[in-house]
């Protein structure tokens, strides 16, 4: 994996700590599609990256350079063309099982209450819910604060209630990795940050190894133990950058000065690097 040098007086990426867990690799992949004219678009190119377990990894990048793509792969919803991938440790690909995803759009069930969306994919696995599969479904809407709201229906909660719901509901077969992309995209500004917070807490308890895709370098560097920055079109790793904010993170993390130190690195390199006189034209 490469750790591109920091610029100068920037924060430093130190190396990978060899000695703790490996939950996710992605070595040299790469992702070709064929277009509906029949070129070929290369959408991900010797994509390289290693996710510890426990972390909170964000991935962010223009428009475009492939951070579904990776999303999708690990989800197994999408074979790279090139390189390979592991996920669970242990040089295996039979980690799907280890994965849940959660989408910008909630996608409950409008016939089902909230408690039996929660169930749900514990219903599909076992074709039934249990006693147990309840009493976790119960215990992961108190998590996500919506113990209250078990029997409503879908349409009965606001957006940021539908969203936490969706969390609740990817975290009943207890996955070890939870994959989110833009999760809090689709919400209002306030309600945004009250997940953000949320996604914090429930990490905290869960300890889940999280990797999220999000347009927000602000959210990145809230919630990110590092956050990974891609390239335009074809995606690659441009830079890797280890947030040592410490922790627990909170809305007065935001007001500090290494925060607003991260945000520019990784602003200069979506962006490049612009002078004041750029930024007031
Ligand atoms: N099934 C497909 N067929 C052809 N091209 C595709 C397909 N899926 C994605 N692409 C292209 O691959 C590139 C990467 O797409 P991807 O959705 O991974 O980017 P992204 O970084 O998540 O974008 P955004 O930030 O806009 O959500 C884009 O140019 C997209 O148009």
Redo the contacts with the bound molecule.
């Keep these: 994996m490469s750790t591109p040098e920091a610029p100068a007086g920037q924060p430093a990426t130190p190396e990978p700590d060899s000695r703790r867990e490996a939950i996710i690799e992605l070595s040299h992949t790469g992702?070709t599609?064929?277009?509906r004219k029949g070129n070929d678009?290369v959408?991900?190119d010797d994509f390289n990256l290693t996710i510890y377990r426990e972390e909170i990894v964000s991935l962010v990048?223009?428009?475009?350079?492939?951070?579904?793509?990776?999303l999708?792969i690990l989800a197994g919803l999408q074979k790279p063309t090139t390189g390979d991938f592991w996920i669970g440790g242990g040089k295996t690909r039979q980690g799907f099982s280890e994965v849940a995803i959660v989408f910008q759009r909630p996608t409950l069930l409008p016939w089902r209450n909230v408690l039996d969306n929660v169930l749900y994919p514990a219903r599909v696995l076992k074709g039934r819910a249990d006693k147990d599969d309840r009493d976790r479904a119960r215990a992961l809407l108190a998590l996500v604060g919506l113990e209250e709201m078990a029997d409503r229906m879908p349409h009965e909660l606001s957006g940021g209630m539908q969203q936490r719901a969706s969390i609740a509901r990817s975290l009943i077969l207890d996955p070890k990795i939870l994959l989110m992309?833009?999760p809090f995209g689709a919400l209002d500004a306030l309600t945004r940050e009250d997940l953000q917070l949320d996604l914090l807490e429930i990490h905290e308890r869960t300890r889940k190894t999280i990797l999220l895709?999000t347009?927000s370098i602000s959210e990145a560097v809230l919630l990110s133990d590092r956050v990974a920055v891609?390239s335009a079109?074809p995606?690659r790793l441009q830079d890797l950058i280890t947030v040592d904010i410490p922790k627990p993170r909170g809305p007065d993390s935001t007001a500090r000065p290494d925060f607003h130190t991260y945000s520019q690195r990784i602003r200069d390199d979506i962006f490049g690097p612009r002078t004041k006189r750029d930024r007031a034209q």
Excluded: N, Q, W
Excluded at 64 to 69: E, L, V
């Design positions: 992702v599609f064929e277009t678009l959408a991900l990048g223009p428009s475009g350079c492939g951070k579904s793509t990776v999708r992309d833009e895709v347009h891609m079109r995606g």
